[in-house]
């Protein structure tokens, strides 16, 4: 499996037989660029132009814009009605939280996620892998790190954080990981995994946009 990150909170993942996109966004509504990209599946947290922009995904794309289960291809993707403020999404609106298991890794997309899960939500997400994890957005960085210890994952991708690209008009990822003590961490191009080579322990792993 392939991870790459294109900025905010924008991912593909590409495993043996089957690609997903989560939160493609419009040209200019995060500092980044995104490029093109084509995808099996596209998967929409929630309905801001940072976060629904599948139009331009190429390819044979199936979009994911809400709670339900889903079989695309080699993946089974879950997503999960969650809320990006505390009010059930009164104040920022609705969120939906993916969940997919492609080539047997569990994988958690956050999307903006604003409140802590109840137990049924927590109950839903299960076992998690991989951690895509907003750290500048609606959950915050205190709330993101109690988040890392209620899910355990062997791996944290840190997304939606403030950066050179948007001016830091987020929170920037240094104030997470100086909670873990890494703010030292090298960022990379990608992440390529697979089930034998999972650590044995939660690491952080920055990637380069």
Not at 85 to 110: Q, R
Not at 146 to 173: A, E, I
Not at 184 to 189: F, T
Request: proline share 5%; glycine share 10%.
């Amino acid at each position: 499996m392939e991870i790459k990150w294109f900025g905010h909170s924008c991912f593909r993942v590409k495993g043996k037989n089957t690609a997903l996109i989560f939160d493609p966004y419009t040209p200019g509504s995060t500092g980044y660029v995104m490029g093109n990209l084509s995808a099996d599946a596209v998967a929409i947290s929630h309905d801001e132009p940072t976060a629904n922009y599948d139009f331009v995904i190429e390819g044979s794309r199936k979009t994911i814009n809400g709670p339900g289960e889903y079989e695309i291809g080699d993946a089974i993707i879950m997503g999960i009605a969650t809320a990006r403020d505390s009010a059930n999404g009164a104040t920022k609106g609705k969120n939906t939280v993916y969940c997919a298991e492609i080539d047997e890794i569990s994988i958690c997309h956050l999307g903006d996620l604003g409140h802590d899960f109840t137990s049924d939500q927590l109950d839903n997400v299960g076992q998690v892998d991989v951690l895509m994890l907003p750290i500048g957005g609606s959950l915050g960085v205190k709330s993101a790190v109690v988040m890392v210890h209620k899910l355990q994952p062997m791996v944290v991708l840190p997304m939606h954080y403030g950066s050179s690209q948007n001016g830091y008009r987020y929170t920037p990822v240094k104030d997470f990981l100086r909670e873990f003590g890494a703010e030292d961490i090298p960022s990379q191009p990608k992440l390529n995994l697979s089930k034998n080579s999972m650590p044995l322990s939660m690491q952080i792993i920055l990637l380069e946009a």
